[in-house]
């Protein structure tokens, strides 16, 4: 292991869990606020954040709940300062309000979901992927989430930086969507020099403060400046329907369609630049497995076992979910016999793949209800039969 500091700031080669490699991400994308309240399996996060947040000069708080934490998250980020938290199953329940709370007020910060099995108190201890799709639904109205989901733990390393570069491009909160097996995994992970580091500064308003608008966009742009609470500039931030200037519309909807339908074309219209998918033997596969997180890394054996028994299997992984690749799924329905999908709940983003693939091939749902991996048998089992081939009950 090398091991090198900047300020502080870790480089070099490290033999690293992932809910620690997810931390020290966070602090390389220039993070120094973290609120948060301990939850198995993501309080690694938090108890690593809390040594190492005043080593770099940032912040950590252990707030009094889930709600608390979130809140003061989106406090921090319009202090001016890069800010995440990190939960799991119930406590990302508990921040639901407060996320959609960010999404309408515009604030980048990054929200890490390390899922176990559930519902409830389920298997705190335990991996899951039963929150995908109340990560995309969970906040109530309409809006459009950034979502990601590592497989290891040097992708929840690099996936965080990303998630906060998400975050102040499109200005809104980013989910990375990782799982307890990639949260408790220790791995090799490699953490490039911070020259090295791609990172998306906030874009601050250029107007002088009497003619600055929290909200104001301009043509041809998608997000608007965001001023520091405390720099001089007026700033009304509120989780009611507000026009350019931060003001409610509380008399009629007249702000409604355009805020809305905003907030939901900064993500839509810009998804090539958002999504990011893996493809790994897809150019003669007759089948095609779909998966994420986890379940997509332990769905190689199976493929490799299939390859070996002539069938052309290939993976898609998605390591962005949200925005759903709708065209790439559609594209590639069209050109393999089947589609098998993977998951570690009982059948969430198969039916986003059902839907995606329109009926041009048939797709077939490998559940998992959590606590435990796939049995590779019965991935192996699913490309049979979505190559036609006949399997023995």
């Not at 043509?219 to 329907?241: C, F, K, S």
């Not at 809305?260 to 089948?287: H, M, S, Y």
Request: hydrophobic letters at 40%; a negative charge; glycine letters at 10%.
């Amino acid at each position: 292991m090398s091991d090198k500091t900047h300020a502080g700031v870790l480089s070099g080669e490290f033999f690293m869990q992932g809910d620690i490699a997810c931390a020290e991400g966070a602090i390389c994308a220039g993070c120094r606020f973290f609120g948060g309240y301990p939850i198995t399996p993501a309080t690694e996060v938090a108890q690593w954040m809390s040594e190492r947040l005043p080593v770099v000069g940032g912040m950590y708080i252990q707030m009094e709940d889930e709600l608390a934490s979130m809140n003061a998250v989106l406090g921090a980020s319009w202090a001016g300062i890069k800010a995440m938290t990190a939960t799991s199953g119930p406590g990302f329940s508990l921040m639901m309000e407060n996320l959609g709370l960010g999404i309408m007020m515009e604030t980048p910060c990054v929200l890490v979901n390390v899922q176990r099995g559930g519902p409830s108190t389920g298997l705190p201890t335990l991996v899951g992927q039963g929150d995908m799709m109340q990560a995309r639904w969970g906040s109530h109205g309409d809006y459009a989430i950034i979502a990601l989901a590592p497989s290891s733990p040097q992708e929840i390393f690099d996936l965080t930086i990303d998630a906060f570069n998400l975050a102040e491009r499109y200005r809104t909160p980013v989910l990375v969507m990782t799982d307890a097996e990639v949260g408790h995994m220790t791995e090799k992970v490699v953490i490039p020099p911070p020259d090295e580091i791609e990172i998306v500064p906030r874009r601050k308003p250029t107007a002088p403060p009497g003619e600055y608008m929290p909200y104001y966009v301009a043509p041809g742009e998608w997000v608007a400046p965001m001023a520091v609470a405390g720099d001089g500039y007026r700033i009304h931030a509120t989780g009611l329907t507000h026009n350019e200037k931060g003001y409610p519309a509380t008399a009629d909807d007249s702000s409604q369609w355009p805020l809305i339908q905003r907030l939901i074309d900064k993500i839509e219209k810009n998804r090539d630049d958002i999504i990011v998918l893996e493809e790994n033997g897809l150019d003669d596969a007759e089948v095609a497995v779909i998966s994420y997180g986890i379940a997509a890394r332990t769905a190689i054996w199976p493929m490799q076992m299939a390859r070996a028994e002539g069938i052309r299997v290939g993976l898609l992984r998605l390591v962005t979910v949200w925005p759903f690749p709708d065209a790439a799924i559609y594209d590639l329905a069209g050109r393999v016999n089947g589609i098998v999908v993977p998951e570690i709940n009982m059948g969430q983003i198969v039916r986003e793949v059902q839907r995606a693939a329109a009926g041009r091939t048939q797709v077939i749902s490998v559940p998992h209800p959590g606590g435990g991996i796939h049995d590779p048998y019965k991935v192996l089992d699913a490309i049979r039969r979505a190559a036609g081939r006949k399997v023995e009950v």
